[in-house]
């Protein structure tokens, strides 16, 4: 009895084994059912816009371009697309392509760019400039440079001017951008607030939009950059090619805010000097008698960073003080009054290591004011200055 019971459970066993074997193991037409996920749509942007402003800031022209790109949860859901953009007159469809050619053109022409840039930011400069002497320098920079303009043009190959032809024949063949592209740039005539919906229809017809409020904001001039004179107190490097490293650099009256500082110049001509840029730097003595003055003209309501770096001596304890004061104080000792300084930051030789520079930065707010004084004193011991930067944060 037990030998039957023991083949008909064998028996049971295969039979299960064969209509497993020839079961699907999915669950019934699961992988035929329709797909009803419809195309859920979005988009990004990027604003492309340009302008550009005389040294009044005036603005001379500006464009409001912004790219659009369009998308959808499904890639493959996401196949006809439909812009609508409200108020739409006076906007303009830009194929997407095209600033990407015009800067290969500009990579081509590198050479013949690099000086006609030169040469727009001295144009730039030259008509609110007042001083005759650097008017002079101005137009004889720019005159200089257009002749090596001509020659750089001049010196251009023919498969550079060929690869030119062949990227502005491809900017002739674009097609013109339409409301149909995935991605596309829209140039709007002037700032303001536009309506900008986005359709996708998927290829069984399902479809979806959505809308956005964009933004068009008023273009504004780029803060124009500070400049500072004999930032490394290196001779000759005034804009006429002239100066001793600290003309740049002298106070109005030595009587009310000490003599201008000294010049400590590396000339060693078998190693490279060990200064952060050029073989001078600004020379403080012990007994803080130097002090270096300079005003710079900067934007209202901007940020500003001015780094430069700082050595010492170790023989004992001394300290040097960079600080950015109000043109009100009108004397070194009126520039320590709280309500004059701007920002300051002094550094020790606390930890430093004996003629090694170290950098640091100072960050201050312009607020209301259009001049501002960067002054440099020190006391206890020799130190050194170097290599000023500023720069809008």
């Known amino acids: 009895m037990k030998k039957y019971l023991f083949n008909i459970k064998y028996i049971v066993l295969g039979m299960v084994i064969s209509l497993s074997s020839c079961t699907d193991r999915d669950l019934p037409e699961v992988g035929d059912l329709p797909d009803f996920t419809g195309p859920t749509p979005f988009y990004s942007t990027t604003d492309v816009s340009t302008s550009e402003f005389d040294c009044n800031d005036v603005e001379l022209w500006a464009k409001y371009d912004i790219n659009f790109q369009a998308g959808s949860n499904l890639g493959v ?34 050479s013949v760019v690099a000086i006609e840039e030169q040469i727009a930011k001295l144009e730039f400069k030259l008509p609110c400039e007042t001083d005759p002497a650097k008017k002079a320098v101005l137009e004889a920079q720019i005159a200089e440079l257009e002749v090596e303009l001509e020659a750089a043009k001049a010196a251009l190959t023919e498969e550079t001017l060929q690869n030119v032809a062949d990227l502005e024949q491809q900017i002739a063949d674009l097609p013109p951008a339409t409301l149909e592209d995935q991605e596309l740039i829209f140039s709007f005539p002037e700032p303001g607030q536009y309506t900008v919906a986005l359709k996708v229809t998927d290829n069984l017809g399902k479809f979806d939009d959505v809308e956005k409020i964009i933004t068009v904001n008023q273009a504004v001039p780029t803060i124009a950059i500070p400049e500072i004179g004999e930032p490394s107190f290196e001779d000759n490097s005034l804009f006429d090619g002239t100066g001793d490293g600290r003309d740049s650099w002298r106070a109005p009256s030595s009587s009310r805010w000490g003599s201008v500082f000294q010049i400590n110049t590396d000339n060693d001509p078998e190693n490279a000097p060990n200064l952060p840029d050029g073989r001078q730097a600004a020379k403080f003595p012990a007994d803080g008698s130097r002090t270096g003055y300079q005003e710079i003209e900067v934007t209202p309501g901007a940020t500003y960073v001015l780094s430069y770096f700082s050595a010492f001596e170790e023989d ?15 004397s070194k000792e009126e520039a320590k009054l709280e309500e004059n300084i701007i920002a300051s930051r002094t550094d020790d030789n606390i930890g430093r290591v004996d003629n090694v520079f170290k950098k640091h930065a100072l960050t201050f707010e312009a607020g209301e004011e259009e001049t501002v004084i960067i002054l440099l004193t020190n006391s206890g011991v020799e130190s050194r200055l170097d290599a000023f930067d500023i720069v809008v944060k």
Do not use: C, F, M, R
């Not at 996401?78 to 303009?92: E, L």
């Not at 304890?317 to 009108?330: R, W």
């Open 77 to 110: 859901n996401g196949i006809y697309y439909d812009w609508t953009i409200t108020p739409a007159d006076g906007v303009v469809l830009i194929n997407k392509d095209l600033p990407a050619l015009e800067q290969a053109i500009e990579v081509e022409l590198a």
């Open 316 to 330: 004992s304890y001394g300290d040097l003080t960079v600080s950015i004061i109000n043109i009100n104080a009108n």
